[in-house]
């Protein structure tokens, strides 16, 4: 979730933007609760866009399939946004599945769910994804092997870092999408995302793999 100042239709609005587990991104007035924008930023077969009163219009096409799957379209990883490019950059996650009741039998001690779910692995990989603020347009992506579970961070420089399931570090370029670094951490960066701070006139960044906290800056003999 993202809160911040940007011009729509020429007019200055307070916004609040979201891309939740449902594969739709919003953007609303965080002031009145109007919403502004409301576009799939992934695919989806459970609704087929988002009304004017902020609804989705659902589809009612079965359980055979679902995009996206009970994982979402995203998760709990956390989204960035560059204000001057206008771009909101998100892990979208492209998976499906099939979801079918199932009668419940109740043992003391377990859980029951009353379904079962299968996990079409022929469609399941994520994404690096920009998104147009404005219009809800994919600008570009970075596709990942697998379903990556990492947040993103960007910076003021236009720089955006990101990780995957495979260890890899990667940092892109925000108006392009352009992969100019990676470093492989040796374990799956999982739902954080890279943070930064300065120490001694240093940026650094850093980010968790696995049970380790990895940290990076610039020689010191470079300006």
């Known amino acids: ?15 609040i933007m979201q891309a939740p587990k449902n594969g739709f991104f919003y953007v609303l007035d965080r002031e009145t609760g109007e919403l502004l ?40 990883m956390p989204p960035s946004f560059n204000p001057d490019l206008g771009l909101f950059f998100v892990t979208a996650r492209e ?3 099939t979801f079918a009741p199932q009668e419940p039998e109740f043992v003391e001690g ?19 994804r920009a998104i147009d603020v404005q219009t809800g347009e994919r600008k570009w992506e970075f596709r990942y092997p697998s379903a990556t579970m990492a947040g993103v961070m960007s910076t003021a420089s236009g720089l955006v870092f990101a990780g995957d399931h ?3 570090f990667m ?3 925000a108006s392009t999408g352009q992969n100019l670094w990676h470093y492989q951490t ?8 890279a943070m930064t701070h300065m120490l001694d006139g240093r940026q650094h960044v850093l980010i968790p793999s696995g049970t380790t906290l990895v940290a990076f800056a610039l020689p010191e003999s470079r300006p």
């Open 1 to 15: 979730m993202v809160l911040a100042d940007i011009d729509i239709d020429g007019e200055p609005r307070q916004v």
């Open 37 to 76: 924008l409301g576009k799939p930023f992934t695919d989806t077969t459970w609704a087929r866009e988002i009304g004017p009163d902020g609804r989705p219009i659902v589809l009612n096409d079965g359980s055979d399939g679902c995009l996206p799957d009970y994982w979402g379209g995203t998760n709990f």
């Open 95 to 97: 998976t499906c599945a």
């Open 110 to 128: 377990r859980s029951s769910f009353g379904g079962v779910v299968w996990i079409d692995r022929d469609h399941w990989y994520s994404a690096l």
């Open 166 to 168: 495979e260890g890899n």
């Open 171 to 173: 940092a892109f370029e």
């Open 186 to 193: 040796g374990s799956r960066i999982w739902g954080a995302a």
